[in-house]
């Protein structure tokens, strides 16, 4: 598919790289994470990454998912006005399976949105590997309830054998010196995990 250099290479692949993911990185405030988890995979030997404009980042595609039918915001909501029990101000735990269905019936948040091809979101996490959805309260007083939902997800940052052998990968130079680089031993960039984290409130009242 493509040739592997002699280690002396890294030194202009390391560069290459780091030039080719700016197209990747148009605008907004999300642009420069993509170098700083190129400089974590080159530096920090594969532990996992931390940055508050990941979380800020998840927070934002939470909230501004619109989609009735997939947002895990919007269904949650749907059931909580659905079920609540407004006579006992609670949510009746008969009824918390419904709140399971709902999110695995959901799409769960991810950066595949037509805008994160070029905010840095698509490049630095796209899809996700894991996503963990916790109710940390639910308040129901008088006509009006106030839930608070925590998001926490994992993704990793690194390209495996199925995904360089796919053509929207290798058709792009950038993931074939992502490739290499993470693969040559010589090279040293370690894949690493990616976290993120986001707590939301859902409000609404007695229909």
Known sequence: MFTIKPSWANRSYEPEFRDLSRLFSIYGPYKHLIEKMITHMQNDNGTPFRDMLLDSALKEQILSDNSTENSTRLRLEKAFNTFIDWENKCYPAKEKDKLIKVILDSKLPKFDRFQDNINGMGITVHDTWATHITMKSL???????????????????????????????????????WFVLQRYNQFGFKPFMTNMKATIEITGDRK
């Open 139 to 177: 308040q129901v007083d008088n006509d009006r309830y106030r839930a608070v939902v925590h998001y926490k997800i994992q993704d990793h940052f690194g390209l495996d054998i199925d995904d360089i052998s796919k053509f929207k990968f290798n058709q792009f130079r950038f993931f074939r010196i």
